[in-house]
């Protein structure tokens, strides 16, 4: 049964059906999980929550969360690269949702940002302001430079274990991960750094600062 069948509730027959009931509360779950991810990648709010939740989502309801979340993302927060190749196929949207999913909504609180953070020697919102008067004003590229060097960091790290431990080269977690970061690196260079900078780095160190200041200690 489809969810647009559930406009069928009111009919006498459908009342008991547990197939019915068991879809309209489904459909509430799931109505409530694009919320909690809308709320992430519009407001910065409980980032990274009911992250697995999402990703064990059949397909036919995932695909359209994460198709908003492209749009939305490309249009607001940083320019993607390859927006129609995401659009082309569910599996091109679930990969790519995924990996910009995590990007924006994982990756940058819990480890880019705060390296970021250390990389400049600041620890606070209006040290970054001060900053970005200073350095960033009118030279976006210098911020994608630096950057960039947070990304490049965990790429070389990768790297480096594959040296140590050449096993991990054919670890399918270990390529996808070493995969994820390159795909960073590449909306890095190719996005709208104004965009990235002000709509979305900022506002994450207002609403973190204090959690992204322990990750410094």
């Not at 001060?130 to 009118?138: A, Q």
């Not at 990768?158 to 991990?168: A, C, G, N, S």
């Amino acid at each position: 049964m489809s969810i647009e069948d559930l406009n069928d509730l009111d009919v006498p027959q459908n009342a008991v059906n547990s197939e019915v009931h068991e879809e309209l509360f489904f459909k509430e779950q799931i109505d409530d999980l694009e919320e909690s991810i809308k709320d992430q990648y519009e407001n910065f709010d409980n980032l990274g929550e009911n992250y697995l939740l999402l990703f064990d989502l059949p397909a036919k309801y995932k695909t359209p969360i994460l198709q908003n979340l492209i749009d939305y993302v490309d249009k607001n927060l940083v320019s993607i690269v390859d927006i129609e190749n995401l659009n082309d196929g569910n599996d091109r949207i679930e990969s790519g949702g995924t990996y910009i999913y995590e990007f924006i909504c994982v990756d940058n609180v819990a480890s880019l940002i705060p390296a970021l953070m250390e990389l400049l020697n600041i620890t606070s919102v209006d040290d970054f302001d001060e900053l970005v008067n200073i350095k960033y004003t009118g030279n976006a590229g210098k911020f994608k430079e630096d950057y960039l060097k947070t990304i490049q960091l965990t790429i070389e790290q990768l790297l480096k274990l594959k040296t140590i431990t050449p096993v991990v080269a054919n670890d399918h977690n270990y390529q996808k991960l070493l995969g994820k970061y390159y795909y960073y690196q590449e909306i890095i260079e190719h996005g709208d750094m104004e965009k990235f900078l002000n709509h979305f780095i900022r506002p994450v160190i207002s609403k973190y600062q204090s959690s992204l200041i322990w990750k410094l200690l």
